[in-house]
Structure formats: C-alpha cells, structure tokens
C-alpha cells in the first residue's frame, strides 16, 4: 500500500483546495500538487499568447520551426517534438497557415513530402513574445534558488523518464 498523505494537519494543498477529507494516497497530493502548480504558471503565459492570437500549442509549434531554420519539417516531426501530446497536428497547422503565420511547401524531389515553415510574420510574433516570456519564467522561479531549480528540473526528468512508454523510448 501506498503512503497516505492523512497525518494529523490539513496539507497546504488540501487547504488551498478547501479539501474537507485528506487525499487517499501521498502520491495522489504530490500529483494534484503538480497539476495545481502548472495550472497557475500557466496562466499568466496563456494570456500573454492570447494578447498574440495564439495558444500555447500554436506557439510550441512556431518555436519548433524557428529552431530549425528554413528547411522547416514535416507535420509527424513537428508532433514529435511538441512538449504537449497533439493528436490532430494537422488541423493546428491548417489554423497556422490560414493566419499566415506558416506555409506549407511540396518537396520537388518527393511530392508526398510536405514540409511546414514559419513565415516571416511568425518570426515577429515571436520576437515580441521573447521577452515577456522570458520576464514571466524569471519572475514565476525567482522563489527557488538555482540550486533549488536544478534538483527540480532534474526531478521532474526522472519522474518522465519513468512514466514514459517504451513506444516514446525509441523515438
């Protein structure tokens, strides 16, 4: 049996939540924890890409493809690198494109080979986003050391690697 996160004093989170009855099991908290977490970071990033048009898978997309410069990429790479699982990659690049913010090209070598690009006014909406951006990431950390982010980040890679099917492993 698991541990039980039921000691003698409401958690923080079970008093944030207003949780009348403890969490069944301590992973459960650590779990709910986390979601709670991401749920708060995220917001003040969701609004900054909705000020921009975009969503945060639209902008994982466009991220991915100024990476990789201009050849761009197919729509299955593009899903493959994405931070959150997208099953429908095609219909996020058909809402790309009909903003203008990517185009899609036909390899002239191989016709069934369409790869995706980012425009030039894609490379703009990034630029402005940049910084704020990156102002938001600084200010939500700025409570935990460097230290302190490492040994999270380092945790968080663990905690993946072992939940990660070993369809996703070979990738």
């Given at each position: 049996?698991?541990?039980t996160?039921?000691?003698?004093?409401?958690?923080?989170?079970?008093?944030?939540?207003?949780?009348?009855l403890?969490?069944?099991?301590?992973?459960?908290?650590?779990?709910?924890?986390?979601?709670?977490?991401?749920?708060?970071?995220?917001n003040?990033?969701c609004?900054?890409?909705?000020?921009?048009?975009?969503t945060?898978?639209?902008?994982?997309v466009?991220?991915?493809?100024?990476?990789h410069?201009?050849?761009g990429l197919?729509?299955?790479e593009?899903?493959a690198?994405?931070?959150?699982?997208m099953?429908?990659?095609t219909?996020l690049i058909?809402?790309?494109?009909?903003?203008?913010?990517?185009?899609?090209?036909?390899s002239?070598?191989?016709?069934?080979?369409?790869?995706i690009?980012?425009?030039?006014?894609?490379?703009?909406v990034?630029?402005?986003?940049d910084?704020?951006?990156?102002?938001?990431?600084?200010?939500?950390m700025?409570r935990?050391?460097?230290?302190?982010l490492?040994?999270?980040?380092?945790?968080?890679?663990?905690?993946?690697?072992?939940?990660?099917?070993?369809?996703?492993?070979?990738?």
């Open positions: 049996m698991t541990a996160a039921a000691d003698s004093s409401p958690s923080e989170l079970q008093q944030e939540l207003r949780k009348r403890p969490f069944d099991t301590f992973e459960e908290e650590v779990f709910l924890n986390m979601w709670r977490t991401f749920d708060l970071l995220q003040d990033t609004k900054l890409l909705d000020e921009h048009g975009l945060s898978q639209r902008y994982n466009l991220r991915i493809l100024r990476g410069g201009k050849p197919p729509a299955g593009i899903a690198q994405m931070v959150t699982r099953p429908d990659i219909r058909d809402r790309l494109e009909t903003d203008g913010l990517v185009k899609r090209t036909r002239e070598q191989d016709r069934r080979c369409v790869r690009t980012s425009t030039p006014k894609a490379a703009k990034l630029a402005k986003l910084e704020p951006l990156r102002t938001i990431h600084e200010q939500q700025n935990l050391s460097r230290t302190e490492e040994q999270l980040n380092a945790m968080l890679v663990n905690l993946r690697k072992s939940n990660t099917p070993s369809s996703d492993a070979a990738e």
